[in-house]
């Protein structure tokens, strides 16, 4: 989804462009209506000058050197956090998560911090798998930002993944009655698809990308990628593969695009193309990515296979230690399905993974494995799950 500083609401109607290539203090979320809530955060298009490219992790500690001298700089903290989350989008790698985390330290607890940090602090808590509290603390920002875009649009994922379908209906409405219609409608086919209403889902996006559109790039690149799963979801392959090249033709595409489109590659049985697509990654050694291509190697009888396994076991090693284990429980599972072939094992991480997030990845997963493991009824929670709404 896009990452922070994307929407700014002007009067309910306008989306302005957001995160620009020198990484502006625009980057940062500043959104809100104006005209309900003058006291709120401006834009400002000052560029922080620094010695370093901002986007390079040299320029990142230049941004922590600056916060250091003021950690109560909601505006330093914001950019900090926000470029340290944008490297962990690209990396994978769960030490930039803890740095934009302890940016933020000095408002952990604030009832009422400012905007911008408040709506990192969701994205934080979210991107840790604490969907819960996330969506609780951003429909608290809500209740005092009421036509903040982007928190209803984190609020929607954030409890689609905790499972509670309704409350996240509900944001996506809200998206809609603030007159975002096309994110509104990629934030509903998120939860059709999390329902198993894959066909459903690509009939309501498909109109919507049959020509250009005048969406911030980010946006787009977003919706694009949600209408492509819904592609791939629907078994419309073709079109998937249309629809996740022209997203990842976009600057600054996440490891989760590149190994989505991956997925589609290798279950169609393209671990060559796949290969070439994870080779334009920017950060091939995510273990995410590693994963692909340790299994389009097998597949391929590639001289890599073994280093590849080896560095993934050494990755998942490094996660335990790290206390982060919980954020591969996806990767884990797939490494015993397709690389140790041992369903079994895969199903129990793939069942640890379904109590942690409720997402159609997660549902598609549960569901495989469980049939690869000659025990269908083992995923019967899914379609338990999934009556209720």
């Known amino acids: 989804m896009p990452s922070p500083g994307f929407f700014r609401t002007r009067k309910r109607s306008a989306v302005t462009v957001g995160i620009a290539a020198t990484i502006a203090v625009a980057a940062m979320p500043l959104f809100g209506d104006e005209s309900s809530d003058p006291a709120g955060p401006q834009v400002d298009t000052v560029v922080l000058q620094l010695a370093e490219s901002a986007d390079s992790p040299q320029g990142l500690a230049a941004r922590w050197r600056v916060l250091q001298r003021d950690p109560g700089d909601a505006e330093a903290a914001g950019r900090y956090a926000g470029l340290a989350l944008r490297h962990y989008a690209l990396s994978g790698d769960a030490r930039y998560l803890g740095y934009a ?51 209803m649009l984190l609020a929607a994922d954030a409890w689609r993944r905790a499972g509670d379908i309704d409350r996240a209906r509900s944001r996506c409405a809200g998206l809609a009655l603030a007159g975002f219609a096309e ?35 980010e946006l787009k690149q977003w919706m694009l990628t949600v209408a492509a799963d819904a592609a791939a979801a629907a078994g ?30 290798l279950a169609d049985g393209r671990p060559d193309e796949a290969i070439a697509a994870l080779a334009r990654a920017p950060d091939q050694d ?29 990755g ?41 997030q409720k997402g159609w990845e997660d549902a598609a997963l549960f569901i495989k494995v469980a049939r690869a493991a000659g025990r ?14």
Not at 112 to 141: K, M, S, Y
Not at 288 to 308: C, I, M, N, P, S
Not at 339 to 354: G, K, R, S, T
Request: hydrophobic letters at 45%.
């Open 101 to 151: 985390e302890g940016a933020l330290a000095h408002w952990q607890d604030d009832a009422n911090p400012p905007l911008p940090v408040w709506l990192l602090r969701g994205r934080i808590l979210q991107t840790q798998h604490r969907f819960v509290e996330a969506g609780t603390d951003l429909d608290r920002l809500l209740a005092t930002h009421r036509h903040s875009v982007e928190a």
């Open 183 to 217: 994110p509104a409608s990629h934030c509903a086919a998120d939860i059709l698809m999390s329902l198993g209403k894959a066909g459903e889902a690509h009939a309501l996006l498909s109109p919507l990308h049959t020509g250009s559109s005048q969406a911030p790039q």
């Open 236 to 265: 419309r392959d073709p079109r998937a593969r249309a629809l996740y090249e022209r997203a990842l033709a976009i600057p600054d595409a996440s490891i989760a695009m590149y190994a989505s489109y991956a997925d589609l590659l």
């Open 286 to 314: 995510a273990d995410a990515l590693l994963l692909r291509r340790a299994f389009a190697a097998k597949q391929l009888g590639g001289t890599d296979f073994e280093v590849l396994c080896e560095r993934l076991r050494a």
């Open 316 to 356: 998942f090693d490094e996660a335990r230690q790290l206390g982060t284990a919980a954020l591969h429980l996806r990767e884990q599972a797939l490494f015993e399905l397709w690389i140790d072939d041992d369903p079994d094992a895969a199903l129990a991480y793939a069942e640890q993974n379904w109590t942690l």
């Open 376 to 389: 269908p009824e083992a995923a019967g929670a899914v379609h338990d799950w999934r009556q209720r709404f």
